[in-house]
């Protein structure tokens, strides 16, 4: 079975700033996908950024990239110029790659806060 | 856009009565998940379906049952609702084969008294 662990329960940075979100994961899977999901508050979730384990580019999605290290199966998430509207629950989720229906395994979430 | 609609986004009820929670997606989705939210603990699956008719069990199933019976609704039902079931219940979608992106609803919040 799969396993991710978001370390940080809580964050906060300043609007314009940088932060990173930490994830790490335990599989003996070698093809998987890994996510990034926002869920800002008291709306639904959408995808923020989506890796593909094969791959060795980090993802990036405009202000928001990854650090996808798979040896140490860790997969954090970089938001850059932060912004209000980034106020949301953030969750990393691993899918294994033969998943014909599509189940995610969710860590336990990271608030995170942008104060202006 | 693809909408996954979620009937009641808040709902009181009391131990022992039954409860039915239902989602409804509008993009022809071949897989579709109940989800249950709790802090610290993320989203851990409860049921999902890929097909009309067809359901398998996720993590934490017990107490819960589903049905599929047309391809775009997914119901949840709690046979007989206890308060440890008090949660906030997240229903998505997504395309088979290939396609790996969930579309999520806005989330159902459940009380249990």
């Known amino acids: 079975a799969q396993t991710v662990t978001q370390s940080q329960p809580e964050m906060s940075v300043q609007e314009a700033e940088t932060v990173t979100l930490s994830c790490t994961y335990d599989?003996?899977?070698?093809?998987?996908?890994l996510f990034w999901y926002k869920q800002p508050p008291s709306r639904q979730m959408i995808l923020v950024i989506r890796q593909e384990a094969y791959k060795q580019q980090n993802a990036t999605e405009n202000r928001f990239s990854v650090n996808f290290q798979k040896a140490a199966k860790s997969f954090s998430l970089k938001i850059s110029d932060s912004q209000l509207g980034d106020t949301a629950m953030y969750f990393c989720a691993f899918m294994k790659h033969n998943n014909a229906g599509n189940m995610l395994t969710f860590g336990g979430g990271t608030r995170l806060m942008v104060k202006p | 856009d693809v909408k996954v609609t979620q009937s009641s986004r808040y709902l009181v009820k009391r131990t022992g009565e039954k409860v039915f929670l239902e989602c409804v997606q509008d993009m022809d989705h071949e897989n579709m998940f109940w989800y249950r939210q709790d802090p610290g603990l993320g989203l851990r699956l409860i049921y999902f379906?890929?097909?009309?008719?067809?359901?398998e069990k996720g993590d934490i199933p017990e107490g819960y049952s589903v049905s599929r019976e047309k391809k775009e609704r997914f119901s949840l039902i709690l046979e007989s609702a206890s308060t440890n079931q008090t949660s906030m219940y997240l229903c998505a979608s997504s395309l088979g084969g290939g396609h790996r992106e969930l579309f999520f609803g806005e989330g159902s919040r459940l009380t249990v008294l």
């Open positions: 599989t003996s899977e070698n093809n998987y996908y």
């Open positions: 379906s890929y097909d009309v008719k067809m359901k």
